[in-house]
T-cell receptor, first 110, second 113 residues
Framework: DAKTTQPPSMDCAEGRAANLPCNHS???????VYWYRQIHSQGPQYIIH???NNETNEMASLIITEDRKSSTLILPHATLRDTAVYYC???????????FGTGTRLTVIP | DAEITQSPRHKITETGRQVTLACHQT?????MFWYRQDLGHGLRLIHY???????NKGEVSDGYSVSRSNTEDLPLTLESAASSQTSVYFC????????????FGPGTRLTVL
């Protein structure tokens, strides 16, 4: 069963920040938030994950609200190559099972 | 460089035939997974393995089987292919750790006629 809710699609202008929201109101205390993306016809690619604190890596930033019921993935300077389907996943640590859902299709516009 | 490969990349078969899709990873990961992806469903977990001789059923395991005789390979077998199994199949692997970063293969597009 889906534990997350994401908008089906979003557009973003090239060079601008892309902010992808995700609701996970039933998240449990030991469940992580993961983000993956899938560029057309390729296998999914891990982006970032977090538990409570905001996280940043070379690809993106993850902002998790204090109550942990929602999060936002931020791509600081979107490029055309960031056009993909982005999946927000809630997963219990150590469970090793990812439920992908249908994600958000992000289109970066020139 | 370490990688995960799938073969064949494209396969056309007939209903009732046995089909095996190969997955090979060189990261020495203990955990391996098979997913299928259909329009409107995202990725759905078929089977997974946490190590040699270990296999587990996922969300959509009916009609599929896997075996894990070594760390590097997790072949997926369709015992008697059905048209409903026409899909894109992705293999993934991950290491034993406190978080779940899975590395995915390029996928196999299977058509069952």
């Amino acid at each position: 069963d889906a534990k997350t809710t994401q908008p089906p699609s979003m557009d973003c202008a090239e060079g601008r920040a892309a902010n992808l929201p995700c609701n996970h109101s039933t998240i449990s205390g030991n469940e992580y938030v993961y983000w993956y993306r899938q560029i057309h016809s390729q296998g999914p690619q891990y982006i970032i994950h977090g538990l409570k604190n905001n996280e940043t890596n070379e690809m993106a930033s993850l902002i998790i609200t204090e109550d942990r019921k929602s999060s936002t993935l931020i791509l600081p300077h979107a490029t055309l190559r960031d056009t993909a389907v982005y999946y927000c996943i809630v997963e219990q640590t150590g469970a090793n099972n990812l439920f992908f859902g249908t994600g958000t299709r992000l289109t970066v516009i020139p | 460089d370490a990688e995960i490969t799938q073969s064949p990349r494209h396969k056309i078969t007939e209903t009732g035939r046995q089909v095996t899709l190969a997955c090979h990873q060189t990261w020495n990961h203990n955990n391996m997974f098979w997913y299928r992806q259909d329009l409107g469903h995202g990725l759905r977990l078929i089977h997974y393995s946490y190590g040699v001789q270990d296999t587990n059923k996922g969300e959509v395991s009916d009609g599929y089987s896997v075996s894990r005789s070594n760390t590097e390979d997790l072949p997926l077998t369709l015992e008697s292919a059905a048209s409903s199994q026409t899909s894109v199949y992705f293999c993934a692997s991950s290491e034993d750790s406190s978080y779940n970063e899975q590395f995915f293969g390029p996928g196999t597009r299977l058509t069952v006629l």
